[in-house]
């Protein structure tokens, strides 16, 4: 058997390892999990492998809905992420959403330089545009790790604002007073989850151009 072969076996192997211990720890786990989902919470992370919603929470399958991309992006025309943000808002009515990026982030790290990778530089441009917002302080830090772990902590408050910005959380805001958005960060180093104190429950303190109101009419829309 040749490593990818190794790799690929270990996974499947894995997986009975999993069912067996769970079922042997709670026999009606799955059956349970079967009957539907009603997670409280959307998480909005990094794809990096490191990075798992449930086992740096301490929670289960079930309770946190995920959605996952290069560098934790809230990104407006992104139809995938704004998919899973209506369905987790509007269908599952979840009661908290949370960005969470995480130090050492390739995806910070590659937007910082001027190499090409390929297709995503599309995407890591909108990464060097939450650069540019904070350029100044960005580039007042000598050390380029600390510029990136600070760039790491502004992305994540940027993406909160572009959250709340979206209309799915204001309409949702506006009707159940509901969800609360956080930003979040995560230290890969010592497992610890360091909350950025950016926390939105409504649109009170946003810049009124952002505000969404119910007319459309006026315009011809």
Avoid at 158 to 182: A, F, G, Y
């Amino acid at each position: 058997m040749d490593e990818f072969e190794k790799i690929y076996s270990h996974l499947l192997e894995g997986n009975k390892n999993w069912v067996k211990n769970t079922l042997n720890e709670d026999p009606g786990f799955f059956q349970n999990l079967a009957k539907g989902q009603n997670p409280p919470v959307l998480w909005i992370g990094c794809a990096d492998s490191r990075v798992p919603a449930n086992q740096i929470t301490g929670t289960n399958p079930g309770e946190i809905f995920v959605h996952r991309n290069i560098a934790n992006m809230v990104v407006h025309t992104d139809m995938n992420m704004l998919s899973v943000l209506d369905y987790a808002v509007n269908v599952l009515e979840v009661k908290h959403v949370i960005v969470c990026g995480h130090y050492g982030c390739g995806g910070i790290l590659a937007a910082m330089g001027n190499q090409q990778f390929g297709l995503i530089d599309n995407w890591l441009r909108h990464i060097k545009d939450v650069y540019q917002i904070y350029r100044k302080e960005l580039e007042s830090i000598p050390d380029k790790m600390k510029r990136a772990d600070r760039l790491v902590e502004l992305n994540v408050i940027e993406q909160v604002t572009d959250l709340c910005e979206t209309s799915i959380i204001q309409n949702s805001w506006r009707k159940r007073q509901q969800p609360h958005v956080h930003g979040w960060v995560y230290d890969v180093g010592n497992g610890v989850i360091k909350d950025m104190n950016v926390s939105v429950r409504d649109n009170s303190k946003m810049l009124d151009i952002f505000k969404l109101g119910d007319e459309a009419g006026k315009y011809g829309l």
